[in-house]
Each structure stands twice: as C-alpha cells, then as structure tokens.
C-alpha cells in the first residue's frame, strides 16, 4: 500500500516539475550574481572560452584562464582587464565628502595548461589554490577536433581527442569538486556539443568523446543528488554547429541551411549564460535541437537515416575533412621542398 502512495506522490512531483519547467519558459528567472567568485575557465585562449570570460568578467567574476596557448590566453585576460576597467571606468562618488570606493576588484590569472595530460591539471589546480583561492564554478570548455576519417585518423589524435574532450573533464572535476563538496557550493559547466546527442559520419572520434562528456556530466549530476549537495549546480551545453572555424567547411543540403545555418559564437554564449546564471541543468541550442535529440530516441534507425539524408546531414562532415586533408597535404608540400 505503502509503494501504490508513494507512486502516485512521484506523479504528483513529476507534474509539478513540468509546471514549474513550463513558468520558467513564460516568466524568466533571475540571473545570480557571480561577483567575486573564483571561476576557472579551460580553453579560455580563444573562441567560445574566450566570449565566456568576457561574458563573466562583464559581471565581474574572478577568472583563472586555461590554454595550452599562451599568447591566445593572455590575449584574452587583456581584453578581460579592458573590461575591468570599462566597469570601474565611472567617477568615485562623494558621499558626505568621503570617496565612495568600488567594494571589489576583480582580477584575472592566467595559466598554461595542457588539460590532456592529468599531471598538468593537477599541478596547474593546485596553483590555482594556492595563488588564487578555492574555485566556485568550473567551465570545461578545452576541445579539439582531429578532421579525418576513422580510417585514415592516427590513433595517436584519436587519443588526443578523447583525453581533451572527455577524460579531461574527469581530472578537473576531481581537482576542484571535493572543496565543492565541503562547502556545499559550487557550478560545474560541460561545454559539450549536439554531437554528443545525436551523430553524423566522419568524426567517429569527436562524437564519441561529447557522448563521453554528456554521460560523465549527467552521472556525476546524479550523484550530486544522490548526495543531496543541493548547492552545487550542473549545466549541460550542447550547441549546434558553432561558427568558430572549428568545422569550418561544414554543409549541410543549400536549400535547408538558410533554416538552421551555424550559431554565431557570441548568441551561443549569450544563451548559454543565461542557462548557467539561472542555475539551468542543461541548454541545447537552438531549441530544434531538444526536439531532434528526442526523436532519435523514438524513431527507427532507417527513418532517422532518410532524415539526415534529406537534411544533408549524413554527410555534412565532408567537405570540412576534403579541406583538412588538403591543408595537411599542402603543409607537407611545403615541409617536403
């Protein structure tokens, strides 16, 4: 009697959860602050990591930049204390003759760090602690691509791509969510792809490390609640294709890309704040994407294969690998005479 009760109680939460989903989609929560918090961001030398520490800096967080790049990363602090200055650019107010000083002064560190290899993670963390203090939100943004196809792929870059992509993500959550746990407070951001929902031909290796990088972050998602850490927050992005030059190359059928052409790297962003800052667990964009994702989930193999060969999808990935392969045969011409 007692599971019947208890079943109709779990119905009952999963009807509230639709609800208060569906009041979020009408009236939009209120963004939290993030002044002052440590927040680490990797891959932050260039592209969508370097929007996200402007968009952080812009609400004045402290940032802790990771690149294996070190002129894109400091770069990218530069245009960070552009941004510091720009917010403390306004004259010091006098209140009763004494000069209203700002209340705080965020910085910006920048690291080095090769978060493929996992003795660099946790000797760069363990600076981080030490110079900078405890972290509060954790983006794991550092990605790569190798650009061929499976067969013609080196393991050595199948590797690669699977350790930065997915296995990195281990290493630094394990670097910085045990003082997350202490305190009951923290966010942890996996920076995934669409690609990691639903696939295409090509990238064997890039898909499989984002279904890598999704699986990890809804496991450790649950474990969070199974722990009953309700302070510390998760959110999933999984963009669609963004115009990073990341895939540069690209198509899909010329007829459906004015509909669904690549994400501009700065909406893909905006958007993804606005999910991280309302403390939402996952953002796919644009939203057609939720609705792919669940019919593969519900449709026959061959149907999802007739879509994608409708869309151009199946083999969207061949052109950017065509202009891969050239360039690297053209730098071998070169290095060759």
């Known amino acids: 009697m007692m599971i019947v009760a208890e079943f109709f109680l779990v119905l009952l939460k999963v009807l509230w959860a639709f609800v208060t989903a569906g009041a979020k989609w009408v009236v939009r929560p209120k963004e939290k602050s993030v002044a002052g918090q440590v927040c680490v961001i990797t891959g932050a030398g260039s592209g969508l990591g370097r929007l996200f520490a402007q968009e952080f800096a812009r609400r004045r967080a402290v940032l802790v930049l990771w690149d294996i790049n070190s002129r894109g990363n400091e770069e990218t ?86 350790v930065v992509n997915c296995h990195a993500h281990f290493w630094t959550t394990k670097a910085f969510l045990p003082k997350m746990l202490e305190l009951n407070h923290g966010h942890i951001v996996t920076v995934a792809s669409s690609l990691g929902l639903f696939s295409t031909a090509g990238v064997e290796d890039y898909c499989a490390s984002k279904f890598g990088a999704i699986g990890f972050h809804e496991s450790l998602s649950h474990e969070l609640k199974a722990s009953e850490k309700d302070g510390i927050n998760m959110t999933l992005v999984c963009p669609y294709l963004v115009d990073t030059g990341m895939f540069r190359g690209c198509r899909i059928r010329k007829e459906i890309e004015p509909f669904l052409p690549p994400l501009k790297p700065e909406f893909c962003v905006t958007q993804s704040m606005r999910a991280i800052l309302t403390d939402q667990p996952m953002i796919c964009t644009p939203r057609i994407v939720y609705m792919v994702n669940f019919m593969k989930s519900i449709l026959p193999f061959e149907a999802i294969v007739c879509m994608y060969r409708f869309l151009g999808a199946d083999k969207c990935m061949y052109p950017f690998l065509a202009q891969r392969k050239e360039a690297m045969n053209n730098n071998e011409d070169k290095n060759g005479i």
């Open 77 to 162: 602090a530069d245009m960070v204390r552009q941004i510091y200055r720009e917010l403390d650019n306004p004259m010091p107010k006098d209140v009763g003759g004494v000069e209203e000083v700002p209340p705080f002064q965020p910085q910006v560190y920048t690291y080095v760090c090769d978060v493929g290899k996992r003795e660099s993670v946790y000797t760069t963390a363990e600076k981080v602690r030490r110079e900078v203090g405890e972290v509060d939100m954790l983006i794991n943004n550092a990605g790569v691509v190798s650009g061929h196809h499976l067969l013609e792929c080196p393991d050595e870059l199948i590797e690669r791509t699977m």
